[in-house]
């Protein structure tokens, strides 16, 4: 049996994969015109943000199961795995705390001016320690918007370890349960932006939909106030990120993940001083690469085995992807 290993994946993975008889191959590069070259004789595959398009898994003539290396599927043409009767898994959970690390340390870095006062250190401008606006997180808002796992690690972080208060808008979460977490539910995302100092975003994408977080939703955000986006790209309106900083009205924005990845050099939220950028890194710590390889190796074993794996995002083709 043959897996087809689109993007680099942890190594702990791999033997995993190897000890139970699974060849790994790679492609030529990880475009998805290599990848539809290379998927022809295999058994599995595992991507990661370069995803799995339609004509790729056309040409997965033997191809038994489509591994995620994450939580997102929205790279993944799930409705044509679906009409091939292909199930599609992913690793929900795996790489939580990691990007929830990641927020709080952009948090931070953003609170402290962390990036502009080395830099100050090195020109030998010791005096940018008068300069105002430093801050603490304790006793700041912080506004989650999505709480699935990533979410609700946040959310414990901010207010155990840092004494942040924390509102919810989860619309799919009932507000009792976010309640009973210690968190304001709210029912309406534009309550959340206007009190929170930060707002952490951990909603999916939605294809087609529209940025969740667009001019009139940023002009609703409390002034001054923080926007951190590890979850997907296409949740903010970069474009008008970008201006709504240049203008002062907020202030500054931690950027994990963009509409286009990687960016390119002119891209709007690049140069501005009050940004901390990070190349779709938060799911990237040794602990977190090591639980997803394994977790999505696992699946893919199991699948080949002919047993269910754990985490199938398109239930439906089980009854005879199997067969």
């Known amino acids: 049996m043959k897996c087809l290993i689109v993007q680099p994946i942890h190594q702990q993975g791999i033997e995993l994969l190897q000890r139970a008889g699974i060849a790994c191959v790679t492609p030529a590069s990880a ?4 990848v539809a070259k290379a998927i022809g004789d295999c058994d599995a595959v595992i991507t990661r943000n370069a995803g799995l398009d339609g004509a790729a898994i056309a040409a997965g003539a033997r191809l038994r199961i489509i591994g995620s290396h994450g939580a997102g599927t929205n790279m ?7 009409a091939a009767g292909i199930p599609v898994v992913n690793t929900p959970g795996a790489n939580a705390r990691s990007v929830a690390e990641l927020v709080i340390s952009m948090a931070l870095a953003l609170l402290k001016r962390t990036i502009a006062l080395d830099a100050a250190v090195r020109a030998g401008n010791w005096n940018a320690r008068y300069e105002p606006g430093l801050r603490e997180l304790a006793g700041a808002t912080l506004g989650v918007v999505g709480f699935g796992q990533i979410g609700r690690s946040v959310a414990e972080i901010a207010h155990k370890g840092f004494g942040m208060q924390v509102r919810v808008y989860s619309p799919s979460v009932p507000a009792a349960e976010i309640e009973q977490a210690g968190f304001k539910a709210d029912q309406d995302l534009a309550d959340l932006l206007r009190n929170a100092d930060i707002v952490s975003l951990h909603r999916p994408g939605n294809p087609g939909a529209g940025p969740l977080i667009d001019a009139a939703a940023l002009d609703r955000m409390k002034p001054g106030s923080l926007l951190i986006n590890t979850a997907r790209g296409g949740l903010v309106d970069e474009r008008a990120l970008a201006e709504a900083l240049k203008a002062g009205r907020l202030g500054g924005a931690g950027i994990d993940v963009f509409s286009t990845e990687p960016p390119p050099a002119d891209h709007p939220l690049i140069g501005l001083p009050n940004v901390v950028l990070a190349p779709h890194a938060g799911g990237s710590t040794e602990e977190a690469l090591i ?7 696992e699946q893919v074993i199991d699948a080949l085995r002919g047993e269910r794996p754990a985490h199938v995002v398109n239930p439906a083709v089980y009854a005879h992807a199997m067969t």
């Open 76 to 82: 993944v043409d799930v409705a044509a795995a679906t």
């Open 291 to 297: 639980r997803t390889a394994v977790a999505v190796a």
């Open 31 to 34: 475009s998805m015109a290599d």
